[in-house]
């Protein structure tokens, strides 16, 4: 008899241990990361919204789902900028408005198609990003961070009076009246059979599909050279001009890349709300990106995507409990408990930061490897 034969264990251990080295073959590669992308999005609204004992416990619902996948696009295209570039703007509120506000106005004036909604938001974000981009790129540094601010505040004043004839000023853009998908499916409706317990509605699935595609995309692009000298720019953008880079060149299409991802999440959140908020414009919102992408982990693929959900289930859940008390007792703990939600951001955000400073991704990252390594070990 041999030594495995005599040793079950062992043999699980070997077995568990292989599987782990495939996995760890096979999880970098494109279809697995698109795939298990689409999986999640599949089961994220019902274990979030419907599912036994969870949904009751997390108290999600099916609105806010969606919510996070939108806000997750804009990440994932701001992740572009900062966690891969190196370039950390505060203006991407003029991005994210900007497109919605121009979906929409073209709903409201010209189609409220849905797909003519995204594509002329998308448009307009393009075309801001790359005249924003080449005045702004021509500085580094802070001097760039504050020029992005400087013209997304422009903007938000432009909305709140001069341009108010079109933007409705204030009160934002109201009466936007979204029109059916393809002309026959309305967006709020359930999805019939299986579908409708997975996904919920037929707007979730449409933002779903933008979703992973948005991931595919922007797995492609970083795992491209435009990404190789993304991360080149990052790391040393002097040696990469002495290699004969366009460091500008490079830098300009990754601020338009990223813009174009903030536009189609802008315009799927006007979608979502049939209102465009002048809010959208302001330099708070810039700062929220900021704040999700370095919670979740920035240079991470789906860090920032985490740090989304975080984020917004502190602002839209937690915001809502009036009384904290111990668990499983009437002990309260404290009062207007939800009225203290930005605090409780900012103590997770500085917990985070200091102990993980790769951000949420960065603990995923760091017990992966070390059950790679116990893996390793045992074999």
Not at 195 to 220: E, H, K, P
Not at 227 to 243: D, K, L, S, T
Not at 259 to 270: E, M, Y
Not at 291 to 308: D, E, I, K, Q
Request: no cysteine.
């Amino acid at each position: 008899m041999s030594e495995k034969d005599a040793n079950p264990s062992a043999n699980e251990t070997l077995i568990g241990g292989d599987l782990f080295g495939r996995w760890e073959q096979l999880r970098g590669r494109e279809g697995t990361v698109v795939g298990l992308t689409a999986i999640i999005v599949a089961i994220f609204p019902w274990l979030f919204a419907r599912a036994p004992f969870v949904s009751g416990f997390l108290q999600g619902y099916q609105s806010l789902a969606t919510l996070i996948l939108i806000w997750g696009i804009f990440a994932i295209g701001f992740d572009l900028l900062l966690g891969y570039t190196g370039l950390l703007s505060f203006g991407h509120a003029a991005f994210w408005g900007g497109a919605a506000y121009a979906a929409g106005i073209v709903a409201k004036n010209v189609s409220g198609d849905p797909i003519v909604m995204v594509l002329s938001g998308t448009l307009f974000a393009v075309l801001l990003a790359w005249g924003l981009g080449f005045l702004s790129l021509r500085r580094g540094g802070i001097y760039f961070s504050i020029l992005t601010l400087a013209f997304a505040q422009m903007m938000y004043f432009m909305a709140a009076s001069p341009l108010a004839f079109l933007t409705n000023g204030e009160n934002g853009l109201t009466g936007v009246d979204v029109g059916n998908l393809f002309g026959v499916i309305h967006l709020e409706a359930d999805i019939p059979s299986i579908g409708g317990m997975l996904l919920g509605t037929w707007l979730y699935a449409f933002v779903g599909l933008f979703f992973v595609g948005a991931v595919a995309v922007a797995y492609r692009i970083l795992n491209s050279p435009y990404g190789m000298v993304f991360r080149a720019i990052r790391e040393n953008e002097q040696r990469a001009e002495f290699v004969g880079l366009n460091v500008w060149r490079y830098k300009l299409m990754a601020f338009i890349i990223s813009g174009a991802f903030a536009g189609l999440a802008g315009s799927l959140f006007t979608i979502h709300g049939a209102y465009v908020p002048l809010q959208s414009l302001f330099w708070t919102e810039s700062g929220d990106i900021v704040v999700m992408t370095v919670l979740g982990g920035a240079g991470s693929m789906f860090g920032p995507v985490l740090g989304v959900g975080l984020y917004l289930y502190i602002e839209n859940i937690v915001s809502t409990i009036q009384v904290l008390t111990i668990p499983f007792t009437d002990i309260v703990l404290i009062q207007d408990f939800g009225y203290y939600w930005h605090l409780l951001l900012g103590i997770v955000f500085v917990a985070v930061v200091w102990v993980v400073p790769d951000g949420l991704w960065g603990i995923i990252g760091r017990v992966r490897t070390f059950v790679s390594d116990r893996m390793g070990g045992d074999r």
